[in-house]
């Protein structure tokens, strides 16, 4: 049987840090060794990180990571690998004469992986499809490339292509397949959202099963900035059956003996390679390999692991995690410090902060107000004790009264409004950030999605912070979250009554999110429909809700776009985020309306 072994390094980088990604990558190399592999391969722009974003227009940054490249060859004795990087090239390299800024100067710059067989960078695949989408803008950095390495090793025909070339069923794929490649290697740096992981799956078999061949989709993981990867590395045969599927949220190195002889004895009644024209013969680059790099000698076959999917909630809180920990860690922090109310959004917030960094790094910090209840602080009492992190308390009520009797004289005859709640908001916000200057404290702010879509948030005071946790999970999730939280241990971390009490900001007496929102029962689904599908108002009241509701809540959104673009970045789990993923102006005289009848 004629096999093929291969180790796919499920690995976390840091965005511009060569050094530390090159020392990750040579440690992997010396795992795949170990395992006998004979092809290791890495995520798409393993050596950079991704998305590096302008340090691109740094030629300093190319040309270091151009050496990084040369230093993993040399490491590769013995050992075929694929390694992600930034391509740098003349224009000759491009299909494309489209100007950019990039390319402007005397070279091209492409998302690339090196093929590297016996210590030498042998072919270089560059990505067709660039991402212009969501998160990416690929275009503003890469030249699309138009070349097919294909490497041949020892009677096996292996395919390189990166992310996005493997969705489309006329791409690259197909006239490798029709080459005679046997295995296509996908890089990828897929982020994570709600339901991803599953339409990855579906992609992937679709391509396997049209081409015949063998798909290995390995997947970078870990968090930067507001994107999370989730790793979630596949490997599909020719019938487009997961036959290994690599752990979501955590590094770790997938190792599979792939039966290439199989797909060759599949594909003798096909004739594949007859399919090749003249023109896509023209793209393909033979790369033969010396048959000394594959081992010959006998091996302990490998079972291939095959971790089980993650449901909704579960692979939403992991996600949360990682990113909360990679964001604090890599950008220097060791701890971290949350405004405590005793609601569900900061208990959340406050166990995801434990879970990712330690208990003794997250510090809770509660601000009685002159509306603040018994029950609130109860509850923060009792889920500091059952979390394990630090509490301070800090009553806020004497610096409220000194604002108010500062400001009395140019208040004067105006009656009690948002104003007092929103100085309430901002003299916590203002406490949190002293103490995150005194101590070095990141602070994480505590704001859903449904808050932060409709402006149900204080500039300056809640949304005041340098990371928002939950800021693009709706509301009826984060009660989902916490639920989820509490059947991890043997009794609840996140108190009951968090969970069962009205949720309330506690600003004015007796006040409850539901006198200025709708439920969020009814409120997230027509969010979701507006914010993140785009859904027109007759659309979503065809979906059976009340016309002035949506009316109410689409101008609620659109009025607080000003907000959204000063609140810290937060993690996306969502199709469609806040940010990068939704892009609408501030200065907007467009205002959905009620249709004037024919």
């Not at 511009?16 to 592999?37: F, S």
């Not at 069923?169 to 994570?192: C, K, L, W, Y």
């Not at 009264?401 to 140019?410: D, V």
């Not at 999605?449 to 149900?456: F, I, L």
Request: with cysteine; proline share 5%; hydrophobic share 40%.
């Amino acid at each position: 049987m004629r096999t093929l072994r291969i180790a796919m390094a499920q690995m976390n980088p840091t965005v511009g840090d060569l050094t530390g990604n090159l020392h990750r990558i040579m440690t992997w190399l010396q795992d795949a060794k170990k395992a006998e592999a004979d092809l290791v391969v890495f995520p798409e722009l393993a050596i950079t990180g991704c998305p590096p974003e302008d340090l691109l227009f740094n030629s300093q940054f190319v040309a270091d990571n151009l050496r990084a490249l040369k230093e993993i060859a040399q490491a590769c004795r013995g050992l075929i690998a694929v390694v992600g990087y930034v391509g740098r090239g003349d224009q000759r390299d491009s299909q494309s004469s489209r100007p950019s800024i990039v390319s402007a100067g005397r070279h091209r710059l492409y998302n690339a992986a090196a093929l590297i067989a016996d210590r030498k960078v042998v072919g270089s695949y560059k990505k067709w499809y660039l991402a212009d989408y969501g998160v990416f803008d690929e275009s503003r950095y890469f030249r699309p490339g138009r070349r097919l390495p294909l490497l041949l090793v020892n009677g096996t025909t292996i395919g390189v292509t990166i992310c996005d070339d493997i969705c489309f069923s006329e791409g690259p794929t197909r006239v490798q397949a029709a080459a005679g490649a046997e295995v296509i290697v996908n890089v990828n740096a897929s982020p994570f959202h709600v339901g991803n992981s599953r339409l990855r799956e579906r992609i992937l078999a679709t391509r396997a099963k049209e081409n015949g061949v063998i798909i290995t989709y390995t997947n970078m993981v870990g968090g930067q900035d507001e994107l999370v990867f989730d790793g979630s590395s596949l490997i599909l045969d020719q019938f487009g059956n997961v036959i290994a599927r690599g752990h979501a949220f955590r590094e770790e190195l997938l190792v599979a003996d792939l039966n290439v002889g199989a797909v060759s004895r599949g594909r003798m009644p096909h004739g594949r390679k007859a399919a090749l024209t003249g023109k896509t013969v023209s793209v393909v680059d033979r790369l033969v390999v010396n048959g000394t790099v594959i081992r010959k000698k006998e091996r302990t076959r490998i079972v291939q692991g095959l971790a089980e999917p993650l449901d909704e909630i579960e692979e939403v809180y992991r996600a949360l995690v990682l990113a909360v920990k990679d964001y604090v860690q890599k950008n220097g922090f060791t701890r971290v410090v949350i405004g405590l109310s005793g609601g569900v959004d900061s208990a959340v917030t406050a166990a995801i902060a434990a879970d990712a960094l330690g208990a003794q790094h997250v510090l809770g910090v509660f601000m009685p107000s002159p509306y603040t209840s018994h029950e609130s602080e109860e509850d923060v009492v009792e889920l500091v004790r059952c979390l394990g992190i630090n509490l301070n308390t800090i009553p806020i009520t004497p610096t409220f009264e000194a604002y108010r009797q500062s400001m009395a004289p140019s208040f004067v005859d105006c009656s009690e409004d948002a104003t007092e709640e929103n100085l309430q908001a901002r003299i916590r916000g203002n406490i949190l950030m002293a103490v995150s200057n005194k101590f070095g404290h990141l602070v994480l702010t505590t704001g859903n999605k449904s808050e932060v879509s409709v402006g149900y948030s204080t500039l300056y005071g809640d949304m005041a912070g340098g990371f928002a946790v939950i800021k693009d999970v709706p509301k009826t999730m984060v009660y989902g979250l916490a639920r989820f939280r509490n059947e991890l241990d043997p009794s609840p971390v996140i108190p009951k009554r968090i969970l069962d009490r009205p949720p309330t900001a506690e600003l004015r007496p007796n006040q409850k999110d539901e006198d200025s929102l709708p439920p969020y029962a009814v409120l997230d689904p027509i969010l979701r429909a507006y914010v993140e599908e785009d859904r027109s108002l007759d659309e979503i009241v065809d979906a059976g809700f009340d016309r002035a509701m949506v009316l109410r809540v689409a101008r609620m959104v659109d009025s607080s776009e000003f907000k959204r673009r000063q609140a810290p970045i937060g993690v996306k789990i969502t199709h469609r985020a806040f940010g990068k993923d939704r892009r609408m102006p501030i200065t907007n005289g467009y205002r959905i309306k009620q249709p004037k009848p024919l």
